[in-house]
């Protein structure tokens, strides 16, 4: 009896002892769009998080926003938040945590958030205009010196939703890693008295080092089905492991 106590002490203190990598706070709240595709990714970040070893936390409550919490994480992921979703003492504490060198991860609708806040529109690089109808469309890749780039070819198919951005350079620091072809889809769009016509140049997935931290977008992500494709979860898991850490990009 008195062995197995021991055993079962061992065991414990072996299972508390170990640690997972890094540590991600995915955050969801939304004050504008809701996509329908969020719990499809916050189930597909949770299998990510087993299968890569980090821990994860999932919150929509923004007066998680304080230094002392926050000063857990490693990266903070924008999984399709929208609109005005931390007050301004969140978004301070949200900039602090950035500037302690730590990580940020936008995916898709972050770009159509904080519109308001100028320090935010630089952290994510470029912001959302409009979007034509779900399509197919043929995407480049501009960059394979990435973590999570090197599975993609030098082109290829894939069904999304195309946001064509602002024309604002909110950051001029943009590694641009994928960009969508406009010639192999209709960008053409009008919402009232808004208006899309495609970006000639049309990024959709850069990532930057900004104000001593790291920032990862993808466009990608609006169907709920993307989240069961190994290519995207390939290339979400990398920018949220180089947000995290600063590794994987060969000098």
Do not use: C
Not at 77 to 100: H, M, P
């Amino acid at each position: 009896m008195k062995n197995l106590i021991i055993l079962f002490v061992l065991l414990f203190a072996m299972q508390t002892s170990a640690q997972n990598q890094f540590n991600v706070l995915l955050f969801t709240k939304t004050a504008g769009w809701h996509h329908k595709s969020i719990n499809e990714g916050v189930t597909a970040m949770r299998t990510m998080a087993q299968r890569h070893s980090f821990d994860m936390q999932w919150h929509e409550d923004a007066t998680r926003f304080n230094d002392e919490f926050l000063e857990q994480f490693d990266v903070i992921v924008f999984l399709n938040t929208t609109g005005d979703i931390l007050n301004d003492e969140q978004q301070d504490a949200f900039k602090r945590f950035i500037q302690s060198g730590k990580g940020f991860v936008g995916i898709h609708s972050a770009s159509d958030t904080e519109y308001d806040w100028p320090w935010y529109n630089e952290l994510v690089g470029k912001m959302f205009h409009i979007h034509p109808l779900e399509q197919s469309a043929m995407v480049d890749v501009v960059d394979t010196n990435f973590p999570g780039m090197e599975i993609f070819p030098k082109r290829f198919l894939w069904t999304d939703e195309w946001y064509e951005f602002l024309p604002e350079e909110y950051s001029e620091n943009l590694n641009i890693l994928l960009s969508v072809d406009e010639e192999s889809y209709d960008p053409e769009v009008q919402w009232g008295e808004k208006v899309g016509k495609g970006m000639g140049e049309h990024p959709i997935a850069w990532y930057q080092d900004f104000d001593n931290g790291r920032s990862f977008y993808t466009g990608l992500g609006h169907i709920a089905e993307i989240y069961k494709d190994p290519w995207f979860l390939h290339h979400l898991y990398g920018g949220i492991y180089w947000a995290a850490t600063g590794n994987g990009i060969k000098k």
